[in-house]
């Protein structure tokens, strides 16, 4: 084989459909009113990026964001986001103080974090979401440690210190039976926390399996995470089946063609991007109106097989899309590389730029 070209310097990029991400936000609160959509948005967004998904997110109907910690937060607060947030993840360097007065809402599972509040100097209650733990056994109060952290909230509300807004838990959605199990237990631990003299504004449950196919777990908000970025949350359908549009479209240019019997096209993105290494001979991606077989995935690059096919430097090559021109979406991308389109989209390295569309 001969290098017949080569360039310097190309970018792969992740092109954000922001019209997709509204469609989604629609048509999945539409599906679920009169409850409403708390998009969550931990994680980069998804690895879609945080505030411009968030700000379309809101313009398409959600109506507050789910965080994981409080420094993304506070991001979204700095940026002029004003709706509520919900924050759950804390640890040992959590600045609890700068949370509470930035109004981010807390979820808690702990005594410890009780005491953390009432130690911030936080000059304002912290609006408090406790979790309770119906089977995931994922941060949320055993029904053991329930009781106990209901009185701690309650006496501490009567302090000024706290104001109590919701209960919530997280499903497994492991099976249907396993979450109406846990629903049970939700409703279960909501009762004891209400005679124990809670009062709570809002209960919030499923997130988007449970959300899609649950509607009895969807309470006063569903906490929409992959369905929103246009994914299934289920095994036996697809994001299309349920009407979802996926928002990332990843794409690399060609940097070098090798021309012999067949033509090989090198690819100007690697597993340091996120490509997967794993099910590389069942994979394929899209590069002019056709799909070429993957041949092998490096740091920086990948290789593949364009048949007898003319490509030339500088072309465009889809990995995972909406899979309206012929491309895989990230969901089989996902099926070959033996993972889940979140992880997917959430693996795409922060050194590919984002860019936004519509
Ligand atoms: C990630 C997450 C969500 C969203 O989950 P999806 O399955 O992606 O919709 C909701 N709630 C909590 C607590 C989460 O950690």
């Not at 953390?116 to 994922?138: E, F, M, N, Q």
Request: charged residues 20%; negative net charge; aromatic residues 6%.
């Amino acid at each position: 084989m001969t290098i017949v070209d080569a360039v310097a310097e190309p970018l792969p990029r992740a092109v954000i459909d922001l019209a997709a991400l509204r469609h989604n936000v629609a048509h999945l609160t539409a599906l679920i009113a009169p409850a409403e959509t708390m998009l969550a948005v931990k994680a980069d967004a998804y690895g879609h990026g945080l505030l411009p998904i968030a700000e379309a997110g809101l313009e398409a109907g959600a109506t507050s964001l789910a965080v994981l910690e409080i420094p993304a937060g506070l991001v979204l607060r700095h940026a002029g986001i004003t709706v509520p947030l919900l924050a759950w993840l804390h640890g040992r360097d959590t600045d609890w103080r700068a949370g509470i007065e930035a109004d981010i809402q807390l979820g808690i599972s702990a005594q410890w974090q009780l005491d953390a509040i009432a130690a911030s100097g936080a000059d304002r209650p912290a609006v408090i979401h406790l979790k309770v733990d119906t089977g995931l056994s994922r941060n949320g109060a055993t029904r053991e440690e329930w009781p106990g952290l209901i009185r701690a909230a309650v006496d501490l509300e009567q302090r000024g210190i706290v104001r109590i807004r919701a209960a919530w838990s997280h499903l497994a959605d492991a099976s249907i039976a396993d979450d109406e199990a846990a629903l049970a237990e939700f409703r279960d631990a909501v009762l004891e926390a209400e005679k124990l003299g809670a009062r709570f504004e809002a209960l919030h449950l499923a997130a988007s399996s449970a959300g899609i196919r649950m509607p009895e777990a969807r309470f006063s908000f569903v906490r929409f995470g992959i369905a929103a970025y246009g994914f299934s949350p289920f095994d036996d359908s697809t994001g299309a089946e349920l009407g979802l549009i996926p928002v990332m479209r990843l794409e690399a240019p060609v940097t070098e063609v090798h021309v012999g019997g067949t033509t090989h096209a090198r690819l100007g993105i690697g597993y340091a991007d996120g490509v997967p290494t794993l099910g590389i001979a069942k994979t394929s991606i899209q590069l002019n109106g056709r799909r070429c077989p993957v041949i092998e995935v490096d740091a920086d690059s990948m290789l593949v097989d364009a048949g007898p096919h003319r490509v030339e430097v500088g072309d465009t090559a889809i990995l995972f899309g909406p899979g309206t021109d012929g491309e895989p979406t990230a969901e089989k991308y996902a099926d070959w590389a033996e993972t889940i389109a979140d992880e997917m989209v959430t693996g795409v390295a922060a050194r590919v730029p984002r860019v936004y569309v519509n």
